[in-house]
């Protein structure tokens, strides 16, 4: 099967993220498809820039074929990502035709965090006679509209609703990485049984060929357990959209026990917290620098316990499925999970403590607890948090999942 995955952000391990299109098309390429990406040359996500070679640039990365179309570049979420997108979508309208004609696709994936790129991709299919599938990662207009605040008449707003009323009438099927969200698509045109669920994914093959942290933070991690210190860790963005400034209140809170906090990662938002935790006179939290991906393994075994934090919003009500999730349970620690939404893994698997988002107390309740337990307790949680993960998440099974759908 010939398939066309459309994905405006995705990436590789070459590039960096967005991770899941390149998992997803290497299963698929074990498995006898044959699959192209076609994606921006600019993402605020990757770390390393695709090498262009004019508007349309080709690259073959572990056997699958990446299309790169150039697009401008841009920092932030203002008017110059959105010219990213139009220009994107522009050059998807200019080049679908010959697209369509060379790879002859069975399959067209519009699979981008906007549902702009679903209109050339109908055009892509119709002309190649394939199947269409949209994938949704998350609920555009409504995110920006939830959590951004910008108003529904917006008319890039009305825009994008127009585009995912479309994409959900038009479309084959629609998989979805959210497992409530189909009462919203139904109540915007979708038919219920073009439905499928597909969450995010762990790649096993990464874990097994995981190599050692960066030595300052070996000497750091080893510095704090000598010194007895029971460690909860955050590994990831720094960005308030993930709770971290709560996480950090939480730290007074726990001042009077051997316990540090150790953050890892970057992020807009990495600066504001660490003026937070100095303004606090939190000396037990502990910031570090990002470690390579493939140290990521490495890094969360050293923990006792992992944190993970969301903000309180009505929009969770279609469920999450974090990647940063998905490597906690992997790691097989215990997890906090503060969180409120439509589904709860952690409390599913039972790997960990699951509390209300935004309250310092509640971490603070969560982390005594943790240390009442057993050391075997902690160990049984973390052991339920991988099980889980590896029978509902690996991409071995998620990409034969997905498969099955474009039959």
Known sequence: MNILLINHYAGSVKHGMEYRPYYMARKWTELGHKVTIVAASHSHLRTQAPRLDGPITREVVDGITYIWLKTPGYEGNGAKRVLNMFAFVSKLLQYGSRLSS???????????????DVIPAKKIADKAGAKLMFEVHDLWPLTPIELGGISPKH???MLLQWAENYAYRVSDKVVSMLPKADSHMVAHGMLPDKFSYVPNGINTEEWDAAEKIPEDHNTMLKQLRADGNFIIGYVGSHGLANALDYFIQAAPLLRTLPVKLVMVGKGPDKAKLQELAEKLGADNVIFLPPVPKKSVPQLLSRMDALYIGFKRTALYRFGVSPNKLMDYMMAGKPIINALEAGNDPVK????????????????????RQLLDLSEYERRKLGQQAKKYVLQRHDYNVLAKKFADLMG
Do not use: C
């Not at 060379?102 to 702009?116: F, M, R, W």
């Not at 599913?348 to 982390?367: C, H, K, W």
């Open 348 to 367: 599913e698997s039972g790997g960990g403590i699951s509390i209300p988002p935004e309250d310092p107390a509640a971490i603070e309740r969560a982390v």
């Open 102 to 116: 060379q790879l002859k696709p069975h399959v067209v994936i519009a699979s981008s965090t906007y549902p702009l």
């Open 155 to 157: 008319p890039f707003m």
